[in-house]
């Protein structure tokens, strides 16, 4: 099963653990295969750097270092527009998209309102876990 989990949820694992924790996790351990790409892992250092998180560099660069490893990053070639209101999820659909996900997973409201796009099933983290 190919997953990309949104920004969000990425984050929401590293700075809270809970559910989240427990879908990256399964990521990490090869029982998903999870999607990444320079955009997701870029925009993940950049969240993970905002002072209210008081992570280290070091904490910041082995979680996008973990991601590398245990995920497969891929290209992104595509550029579908399809929400107007945050073109950043764009690049998450495009993502999704282009790495062949059968699922991505989000808390980002204009996503879950999808239900899917193309061939992906978008879900919540709640949903993903029971699910997946």
């Not at 984050?11 to 955009?39: C, M, T, Y």
């Not at 950049?46 to 979680?63: A, G, Q, Y």
């Not at 993502?95 to 997973?105: I, Y």
Request: no cysteine.
């Amino acid at each position: 099963m190919r997953v990309v989990l949104d920004t969000n949820v990425i984050v929401s694992a590293v700075v809270s653990g809970g559910k989240p924790r427990q879908l990256l996790d399964k990521g990490i351990d090869g029982r998903l295969q999870i999607v990444v790409s320079e955009f997701i892992l870029k925009e993940v250092g950049t969240v993970l750097r905002r002072p209210k998180f008081k992570l280290s560099d070091d904490e910041i660069s082995n979680t996008i270092l973990t991601l590398m490893q245990s995920g497969d990053v891929t290209t992104v070639t595509s550029n579908f527009r399809v929400v107007e209101d945050d073109p950043a999820d764009d690049a998450i659909l495009n993502t999704a998209f282009d790495g062949g996900a059968d699922v991505l997973v989000t808390g980002d409201r204009h996503l879950l309102e999808l239900k899917g796009f193309k061939r992906t099933r978008i879900l919540s983290v709640s949903e993903a876990l029971k699910q997946l």
